[in-house]
């Protein structure tokens, strides 16, 4: 009998034994990764386990607060560009008087939101989705609208062109050319890049949008100032808080309110057009240079919608070289490579490039290139009383023979200088003892050759003491000589006569001892104008 009951306690030792064993390896199961695996329902075993091992607590659901993913978008595609817009906002609102001012100061003019809208109607696609390609808020496609009303050829006082209002100085920054033949700073697509390339560089300075925005229309520097200004004196730094300028002080909530406005335009009674998600346009490749109204015309749009699409081609000639490409309504671009490919009525171009050798007059440019003056100063808006310096660049008529397309160097580089003329003067000098033709020229910086000429004597000849020399002066250079030096200025009230082609004075000269005016190149020495004893200054040419 003890032998049995000693057998059975050692049996229940074994057994109690295997228990305690099963239970350590079940708790240090429990607290391995890997069984933190098995826990969530992935059914795998550990390594020398037998069996899965379950989470002892009870499932509870997920809520949808629970559920955060960037990538859920709705099922539905946005019905129009107003909807895709509205969902793609993601700046912090502002909400102040002064937004409430702008909405009532647009919700009061329904006109005008009416013509920037329709107007924007073939921008505003390119632009969100270049906003939506880089996670940008769609929010900033409102921008042209705060800007330049949509308005691609706007230009404001301080010389910001386009609708995204680039200064010459910043559009060079962000590679927008601007040379004769094509201002980027009014193209669609070069001016909107650059744009968002801008704003994304000030959100990354401020990593604050509305401050962005301020920087945009005030200087990163300007903010900046701002904000080291403030900090120094212990305030906050948030856009509000900024002491700016009332033109970027009103800015952002221009901007808002037009934001809310697109978001519930029924609260303000505010009617937005119908803008289609859809491409307006598309590029075209341009191969050859070519008018603008051939362009328009093989196109079969509208000359006016041509230039609405480019209106960075601010000339009558698109310069393949520096207009690589062009926009076309989106059925159209087809028709325009249809027709241009068919096109056998002659040149694609009737307007070429000129390279200025030398400075001239617009006179004598004109006579050189087949134009008239008026003709060619409209069309290179060139302003009065003023020479073309050398190496400058303007539109001339492509004459038949012409078969070159512009170079690239002259495409990119062409640009158009100026330099006053210069104004001279009939003045009479009054001969010293011992003066010479030399020492006349010498005094007042001119060549003997002409003193000589122009008082028909030799260039060796000394004038009798109180004898009036002839010389034609620089009408400040005459100003200044007066005082003191001994000239006799000729008559103040005499009127200019009108610039002859080389600079000589013209036949109505005022004779000898009244005053004439004469314009030369800056660049060149004073024009040979010989006057006759006793009667006027004969013409000269070239």
């Not at 230009?155 to 010459?168: D, E, T, V």
Request: glycine fraction near 6%.
């Amino acid at each position: 009998m003890k032998l049995i009951a000693a057998t059975c306690l050692a049996g229940s030792l074994v057994l109690a034994g295997c228990a305690n064993t099963n239970d350590n390896s079940t708790s240090s199961s429990s607290s391995s990764p890997s069984s933190s695996a098995r826990a969530g329902g992935t059914g795998s075993k550990v390594a020398g386990s037998a069996a899965p091992v379950y989470p002892r607590d009870a499932l509870s659901p997920l809520t949808s607060g629970q559920a955060h993913s960037q990538s859920v978008v709705t099922l539905a595609p946005p019905v129009d560009m107003w909807d895709r817009i509205r969902r793609g906002f993601k700046m912090p609102d502002l909400d102040n008087d002064l937004v409430r001012d702008r909405e009532q100061w647009y919700a009061s003019r329904p006109d005008y939101i009416q013509r920037m809208t329709e107007r924007s109607n073939k921008y505003i696609f390119h632009i969100v989705e270049e906003l939506e390609r880089r996670n940008m808020p769609t929010e900033l496609a409102l921008l042209p609208y705060i800007e330049s009303a949509f308005n691609p050829q706007a230009i404001s006082s301080a010389r910001a062109a386009g609708m995204w209002q680039f200064m010459p100085a910043t559009g060079n920054d962000f590679d927008l050319k601007q040379n004769i033949f094509r201002d980027d700073r009014r193209d669609v697509v070069a001016s909107t890049r650059a744009a968002l390339d801008y704003l994304q560089k000030l959100y990354g300075m401020f990593g604050d949008w509305q401050l962005a925005l301020a920087a945009y229309n005030w200087g990163e520097g300007s903010v900046s100032r701002a904000i080291a200004k403030n900090q120094r004196l212990g305030l906050p730094t948030t856009y509000s808080d900024l002491t700016m300028p009332a033109e970027t002080r009103m800015y952002v909530p221009k901007l808002q309110a037009v934001k809310n406005i697109v978001a519930n335009p029924q609260a303000f009674n505010t009617e937005l057009p119908l803008i289609a998600n859809h491409p307006y346009f598309q590029t075209v490749t341009l191969t050859r240079d070519l008018d603008v109204e051939l362009a328009a015309k093989l196109a079969d749009v509208r000359l006016e919608d041509f230039r609405a699409l480019n209106p960075a081609a601010h000339k009558p000639v698109l310069i393949a070289a520096g207009t690589p490409q062009i926009l076309l309504p989106w059925d159209n671009a087809a028709v325009f490579q249809r027709n241009f490919d068919a096109y056998s009525q002659g040149q694609y171009a009737s307007w070429t490039a000129w390279v200025v050798p030398n400075t001239m007059t617009v006179a004598d440019a004109a006579q050189r290139s087949g134009m008239s003056e008026n003709d060619l100063r409209s069309i290179n808006n060139i302003p009065p009383r003023m020479l073309i310096k050398a190496g400058s660049t303007l539109i001339v008529p492509r004459g038949a023979r012409v078969k070159e397309d512009v170079a690239a160097v002259v495409a990119d580089g062409g640009h158009l200088s100026f330099q006053p003329e210069i104004v001279t003067r009939r003045t009479t000098v009054k001969a010293g003892r011992a003066d010479n033709v030399a020492s006349i020229a010498r005094r007042y910086n001119l060549k003997p050759a002409s003193v000589a000429e122009w008082n028909d004597v030799k260039p060796n000849h000394a004038f009798k003491r109180g004898y009036s020399v002839v010389v034609y002066l620089p009408v400040r250079a005459t100003v200044a000589a007066r005082a003191g030096t001994g000239i006799r200025a000729t008559s103040h009230a005499a009127a200019p006569a009108p610039a002859r082609r080389g600079g000589a004075p013209s036949k109505s000269a005022a004779p000898r001892g009244a005053g004439s005016v004469v314009k030369v190149p800056a660049s060149s020495k004073q024009q040979v104008v010989r006057e006759k004893r006793g009667g006027t200054p004969s013409k000269k040419k070239r």
